[in-house]
Nanobody, 126 residues
Framework: QVQLVESGGGSVQAGGSLRLSCAASGITRNCMAWFRQAPGKERGGVAQLYTGGGRTFYADSVKGRFTISQDNAKNTLYLQMGSLKPEDTAMYYC?????????????????????WGQGTQVTVSS
Protein backbone atom coordinates (compact mmCIF):
# COMPACT_ATOMS: atom_id res chain seq x y z
CA GLN A 1 0.00 0.00 0.00
CA VAL A 2 1.40 3.33 -1.08
CA GLN A 3 1.29 6.11 1.47
CA LEU A 4 2.50 9.69 1.19
CA VAL A 5 2.52 11.87 4.30
CA GLU A 6 3.38 15.55 4.06
CA SER A 7 4.58 17.74 6.89
CA GLY A 8 6.30 21.06 7.44
CA GLY A 9 3.63 23.51 6.43
CA GLY A 10 2.78 26.54 8.50
CA SER A 11 2.48 30.29 8.57
CA VAL A 12 5.39 32.53 7.70
CA GLN A 13 5.95 36.16 6.79
CA ALA A 14 6.88 37.20 3.28
CA GLY A 15 10.55 36.65 2.64
CA GLY A 16 10.70 33.71 4.99
CA SER A 17 11.45 30.04 4.41
CA LEU A 18 9.83 26.68 5.01
CA ARG A 19 10.80 23.12 4.25
CA LEU A 20 8.11 20.62 3.36
CA SER A 21 8.66 16.90 3.73
CA CYS A 22 6.87 13.95 2.15
CA ALA A 23 7.49 10.57 3.71
CA ALA A 24 6.77 7.84 1.18
CA SER A 25 6.13 4.17 1.80
CA GLY A 26 5.18 1.32 -0.49
CA ILE A 27 6.77 2.85 -3.57
CA THR A 28 10.31 3.16 -4.83
CA ARG A 29 11.98 4.33 -8.03
CA ASN A 30 9.25 6.71 -8.96
CA CYS A 31 8.48 10.10 -10.34
CA MET A 32 7.59 12.46 -7.51
CA ALA A 33 6.28 15.97 -7.50
CA TRP A 34 4.93 18.79 -5.43
CA PHE A 35 1.67 20.43 -6.45
CA ARG A 36 -0.21 23.29 -4.83
CA GLN A 37 -3.74 24.60 -4.83
CA ALA A 38 -4.78 28.04 -3.69
CA PRO A 39 -8.40 28.81 -2.80
CA GLY A 40 -10.49 29.19 -5.93
CA LYS A 41 -7.70 28.04 -8.21
CA GLU A 42 -6.79 24.78 -9.90
CA ARG A 43 -4.07 22.57 -8.56
CA GLY A 44 -0.81 23.11 -10.39
CA GLY A 45 2.66 21.61 -10.45
CA VAL A 46 5.45 23.20 -8.47
CA ALA A 47 8.43 20.87 -8.85
CA GLN A 48 9.21 17.36 -10.02
CA LEU A 49 12.03 14.83 -9.87
CA TYR A 50 12.78 11.16 -10.44
CA THR A 51 13.95 9.31 -7.35
CA GLY A 52 16.59 7.46 -9.33
CA GLY A 53 18.25 10.72 -10.25
CA GLY A 54 18.11 13.02 -13.21
CA ARG A 55 16.65 16.32 -14.16
CA THR A 56 14.44 18.39 -11.90
CA PHE A 57 11.64 20.65 -13.08
CA TYR A 58 10.16 23.78 -11.56
CA ALA A 59 7.22 26.00 -12.29
CA ASP A 60 8.38 29.38 -13.55
CA SER A 61 6.82 31.09 -10.55
CA VAL A 62 9.13 29.29 -8.10
CA LYS A 63 12.38 28.97 -10.06
CA GLY A 64 15.31 30.24 -8.05
CA ARG A 65 13.32 30.22 -4.81
CA PHE A 66 12.27 26.59 -4.30
CA THR A 67 14.40 23.44 -4.39
CA ILE A 68 13.10 19.89 -4.66
CA SER A 69 15.29 17.14 -3.26
CA GLN A 70 15.15 13.64 -1.84
CA ASP A 71 16.72 11.42 0.76
CA ASN A 72 16.51 7.91 -0.64
CA ALA A 73 17.70 6.36 2.61
CA LYS A 74 14.67 7.87 4.33
CA ASN A 75 12.39 7.54 1.28
CA THR A 76 11.51 11.19 1.79
CA LEU A 77 10.91 14.01 -0.65
CA TYR A 78 11.55 17.63 0.32
CA LEU A 79 10.61 21.05 -0.94
CA GLN A 80 12.80 23.83 0.40
CA MET A 81 10.96 27.10 -0.09
CA GLY A 82 12.69 30.45 0.23
CA SER A 83 11.86 34.10 -0.42
CA LEU A 84 8.24 33.21 0.13
CA LYS A 85 5.55 35.49 -1.22
CA PRO A 86 1.88 35.86 -0.29
CA GLU A 87 0.99 34.31 -3.64
CA ASP A 88 2.72 31.10 -2.51
CA THR A 89 -0.11 30.61 -0.03
CA ALA A 90 -1.76 27.29 -0.87
CA MET A 91 -2.30 23.71 0.15
CA TYR A 92 0.78 21.80 -0.94
CA TYR A 93 0.50 18.18 -2.04
CA CYS A 94 3.06 15.47 -2.61
CA UNK A 95 2.39 13.18 -5.56
CA UNK A 96 4.02 10.01 -6.86
CA UNK A 97 3.83 7.66 -9.81
CA UNK A 98 5.67 4.42 -10.38
CA UNK A 99 7.63 5.08 -13.52
CA UNK A 100 10.70 4.53 -15.60
CA UNK A 101 13.23 7.36 -15.77
CA UNK A 102 12.21 8.38 -19.30
CA UNK A 103 8.61 8.95 -18.16
CA UNK A 104 9.76 11.46 -15.59
CA UNK A 105 12.05 13.29 -18.00
CA UNK A 106 9.24 15.65 -19.04
CA UNK A 107 6.90 17.70 -16.90
CA UNK A 108 3.91 15.64 -15.83
CA UNK A 109 0.47 16.94 -14.94
CA UNK A 110 -1.90 16.25 -12.09
CA UNK A 111 -3.67 13.46 -13.97
CA UNK A 112 -0.39 11.57 -14.43
CA UNK A 113 0.14 10.92 -10.73
CA UNK A 114 -1.79 8.14 -9.08
CA UNK A 115 -0.70 8.60 -5.49
CA TRP A 116 -1.30 11.70 -3.38
CA GLY A 117 -0.72 12.87 0.14
CA GLN A 118 -3.30 14.64 2.24
CA GLY A 119 -1.67 18.04 1.81
CA THR A 120 -0.03 20.56 4.10
CA GLN A 121 -1.06 24.20 4.32
CA VAL A 122 1.39 27.01 3.67
CA THR A 123 0.30 30.54 4.50
CA VAL A 124 2.51 33.52 3.70
CA SER A 125 1.54 36.88 5.14
CA SER A 126 2.67 40.25 3.82
Amino acid sequence: QVQLVESGGGSVQAGGSLRLSCAASGITRNCMAWFRQAPGKERGGVAQLYTGGGRTFYADSVKGRFTISQDNAKNTLYLQMGSLKPEDTAMYYCAAASSAPWWCSVVRGEADFGYWGQGTQVTVSS
